[in-house]
């Protein structure tokens, strides 16, 4: 690990955070733009891991589990609202989720 | 003697039964009177009026003997403000009481003789409750008068003049819905109206005479003025008084030029114009006069002005009364020629002799009326036998009605030889003809000759006035030799006066009465020493006065003058009796005179042309004119309710429309675009949300990184 400076693993996170927004304001099906939130929680994941290890500190790898967790439960919660929408609306194009408009 | 002292002998607490007795008789009329018969009504008003006739004979007993000092009964606190003390007193002095005894007594009499005469009035329908109202209208009329002579203060007197002038226009307009002739009109309650205005203008200045006087002396009472006045005569503000007391006196009494109210008061029922219109209330502002003799005596011209106009009344009315033809308008001429003779007399300062001729007069004067009126029912009961003479069934009398021409049982060229069918009432009426011609030794005789021979006495300084008075002399004897030759003698001109039937003993009897007091009455005030009772008696309330011995030159020309007249009269009148639709035989040879007495001298004509159609005209003006068309129209209209409107308008449409409505829609209106440019934010694409949040993320990390 000592050869690979940490500022890969942050330019590496960054990256994937940027993909992961990108993918959240570009694509329209919500199970892709599920997917890139996905993408930047496990993006900054990735921070927390990288400085942890630089730190010398356990804080970090346990928050990323708290994450993991936390992300499994939205992901959950996600899927059943995704589900529920598509049922009424017969698809899951969020542009098309726009009854609050004002 | 003190008043308190005298007030506590003799009778004087009665004085306010005066008032009282009368009022409770039209009371107990007015709560019971709608069930009682009608004798029970006129014996009810009769005895009311005749209780105050005993309180008045026992006051005047009292009085003499307390030697006639002047006694004030207390009786109530009215009007206390300041230095303005004003109470209702009786004053009980000798002159009040010859008033209230002329008043109570004759009007007694006339009480009695109403009960007889108004049940048969053609327009008296069985209808009690008229009956009723006439007897409660003469009950309240006694009461007035009694305020009015027993009054202690010209306030009080004011009251009683005030209410005596409200009784005379109820009464006159008594039969309102018919005319004398029994027609459907409106005419009696156009009389009322005229002597109720006519009377207005002369109260008018019998208040601003009292109003005068209260500025001036402080008081209304009647010794306190007179003490005041003698004081500090001021011969102006005297003089203001007693001539705008002499307003009033024109009014009530029927003078020149307020008079042509009481030939039309004749529209009343005749017992009411024989004791309202001849006996009492007209002689009110005579005793007007002589209760102010001593402001009187101050100002020697409104003394010589009030002479002139009774003087000057005194041969104006005596002329037209040639002139007419109804019986009750000469009697009614004559009535304001004999009040001329009275305030002639009090003008100069012949106190006595006024009184003496109103005592006289109202005998006699009551006498003739209510003859008069015996002799127009008679008339009325000779014309109802005609038409209804044939059927003795009353209920044919509707159809009669409608068919019949209009009969004037008043007009004396319907008559003629009546001392056939009313012998009673034809020598009744021939006393009271004959004491008003003044012939010896009727009452007229002895009171006329009292006037004309002050005024003979005091010629230099009243020029004119006897000359004018005994013209006045010749003239009523002349008229009423007239009355009498045309109602009683010749033939009878209609078929009517055929069958003229006698009055019954209610009205005769009364009447008789009167003819004795017509025919002694004289002998209240014999011209000879040791008689003069009535100037010995006003003495006490007048000062001394001088008994006239019987001045046989004077009394010998006015006989002679009143003979000479019945002469004529005879001549014109008597010798060739007037035929059925011939003229007056004195038309022809007086020419446009006559025709001037006949029409009154055209004075309710000249007045119509001179006050009443100019004031129509400025009432139409003021109403129309100033009223309508300028108040109404354009003040009101143009001014006050068009700038209201443009006012209005302004508010309404730049300032609450333009300025505040338009805040108010401007400040909705922008609430409205910049939510509407808001509510665009908010698109519905929830990416476009996500960059928002991400693109602040960006700025507010780039913001905390950079700064």
Known sequence: MEGVSVNYYIGLSAILFIIGVLGVLVRRNALV????????????????????????????????????????????????LIVAIFRTKKSIDVDQINLLKG | MNFSEAANTGYFFLAPWLVFFPVIGLLFNMIFGGKMSEKAIGTVASLASGMAFVVSVLLAYSLSATHGHTVTVPFAEWIHIGELQLDWTFRIDTLSTVMMLVVSGVGTLIHIYAIGYMHEDV?????????????????????????LVSGDSYLMLFVGWEGVGLCSFLLIGFWYDFDTLGQKSTANAEAGKKAFIANRVGDFGFLLAIFTTFWHFGSLQFDAVFKAAE?????????AITLFMLIGVTGKSAQVPLYVWLPDAMAGPTPVSALIHAATMVTAGVYLVVRSAPLYNLVHGASYIVAMIGAVTALFAATIAVGQYDIKKVLAYSTISQLGFMVAAVGMGAYVAGIFHLATHAFFKALLFLSAGSIILGMERGHHHLAHGHDDHGDADAHHDEEEEVFDPGDMRNMGNLRKQMPVTFWLYMAGTLALAGIFPFAGFWSKDEILLDAKLHAEHFPGVYWLLSIAAFLTAFYMGRQIWMVFFGKERTEVAKHAEESPPVMTVPLMVL?????????????????????????????????????????GISTILALLAIFFSWLIYGKNPLKDGQPDPLKKPLGFLFTGMENKWFVDEGYGALVIKPFEKLAKFLSVTVDWNFWHDWFHDSVIYAGFKGLARFLSEPVDMGIINAIADKLADMTKRSSEGLSRLQNGFVRSYALSVLLGVVAILGYLLFK
């Open chain 2, 515 to 555: 003819a004795v007091l017509a025919v002694l009455g004289g002998a209240m005030n014999l011209p000879f020493d040791g008689f003069h009772n009535l100037g010995h008696w006003l003495e006490h309330t007048l000062g001394h006065v001088e008994g006239l011995p019987l001045d046989l030159g004077v009394a």
């Open chain 2, 123 to 147: 327009r008296f329908k069985d209808d009690v409750k008229r009956f009723r109202r006439f007897f409660v209208f003469l009950n309240l009329f006694i009461a007035m008068m009694m305020i």
């Open chain 1, 33 to 80: 733009i599920f997917m890139s939130i996905e993408l930047m929680l496990n993006a900054a994941n990735l921070a927390f891991v990288a400085f942890s290890s630089v730190n010398n500190s356990l804080d970090g790898q346990i928050f990323v589990f708290f994450i993991m967790t936390v992300a499994a439960a939205e992901v959950a919660v996600g899927l059943a």
């Open chain 2, 231 to 239: 004081a500090h005569p001021d011969p102006i503000v005297i003089s």
